[in-house]
């Protein structure tokens, strides 16, 4: 269990709190969380800007175990997949909570597993036959809209929601859009390897 890996399991323990935090039934067990009124409009439910945090936080573990590990050479078979897995569960099941609740539409998490499930089978199965799927700048792009707008979600979209700019909406769709582009791409680019035999 080397460091990234650390960093890995440390990233997925931190899921976990998030999913407590966001759907633990705290007023049902007699706990009162205050509002914070950022406006007279706007009320802030205190949870969702500590899970926004939390869930930097873990994002920024993905990016300090992929450095370390390239840069160490400390790169596993466990820690590629535990890294494939932590970040699933990470994103999805705050884009599952947040849709759950009322916070996005229902088509954004659909359309982005989905994508992400067809995607990863490609993956899978070009690589059982020698061929390592490289990203795109495509589902680069995807995934730092997808990851800003989970974030200015989880803050309410503030600042932005003062002046009535839904950029944590729009920028969740661009995601989805984007999804849609690059997991067709995905199947242009590897198509050969699902329907041809011998590869």
């Given at each position: 269990?080397?460091?990234?890996?650390?960093?890995?399991?440390?990233?997925?323990?931190?899921?976990?709190?998030?999913?407590?935090?966001?759907?633990?039934?705290?007023?049902?067990?007699?706990?009162?969380?205050?509002?914070?009124?950022?406006?007279?409009?706007?009320?802030?439910?205190?949870?969702?800007p500590i899970a926004g945090v939390l869930f930097?936080?873990?994002?920024?573990?993905?990016?300090?175990?992929?450095?370390?590990?390239?840069?160490?050479?400390?790169?596993?078979?466990?820690?590629?997949?535990?890294?494939?897995?932590?970040?699933?569960?990470?994103?999805?099941?705050?884009?599952?909570?947040?849709?759950?609740?009322?916070?996005?539409?229902?088509?954004?998490p659909v359309v982005i597993i989905i994508r992400?499930?067809?995607?990863?089978?490609?993956?899978?199965?070009?690589?059982?036959?020698?061929?390592?799927?490289?990203?795109?700048?495509?589902?680069?792009?995807?995934?730092?809209?997808?990851?800003?707008?989970?974030?200015?979600?989880?803050?309410?979209?503030?600042?932005?929601?003062?002046?009535?700019?839904?950029?944590?909406?729009?920028?969740?769709?661009?995601?989805?859009?984007?999804?849609?582009?690059?997991?067709?791409?995905?199947?242009?680019?590897?198509?050969?390897?699902?329907?041809?035999?011998?590869?």
């Amino acid at each position: 269990m080397n460091l990234p890996n650390k960093l890995t399991m440390l990233r997925i323990f931190m899921t976990f709190i998030i999913i407590i935090i966001l759907l633990f039934p705290f007023s049902a067990m007699g706990i009162d969380i205050p509002p914070l009124f950022i406006n007279e409009l706007l009320s802030v439910d205190i949870r969702y800007p500590i899970a926004g945090v939390l869930f930097i936080l873990a994002s920024l573990t993905d990016f300090v175990d992929g450095y370390i590990a390239r840069s160490r050479n400390l790169i596993t078979d466990f820690g590629k997949m535990m890294d494939a897995i932590a970040d699933k569960i990470l994103v999805n099941s705050v884009l599952i909570i947040l849709c759950a609740q009322g916070f996005i539409h229902p088509i954004i998490p659909v359309v982005i597993i989905i994508r992400d499930t067809i995607v990863d089978s490609i993956k899978m199965v070009a690589g059982s036959k020698g061929c390592v799927v490289a990203a795109i700048k495509t589902g680069k792009f995807k995934t730092a809209s997808l990851m800003v707008g989970i974030v200015l979600t989880l803050f309410y979209n503030l600042p932005f929601e003062l002046w009535n700019i839904h950029i944590s909406d729009f920028l969740l769709i661009v995601a989805a859009v984007l999804s849609i582009i690059s997991g067709i791409q995905y199947f242009t680019m590897n198509k050969k390897y699902i329907f041809e035999e011998g590869i």
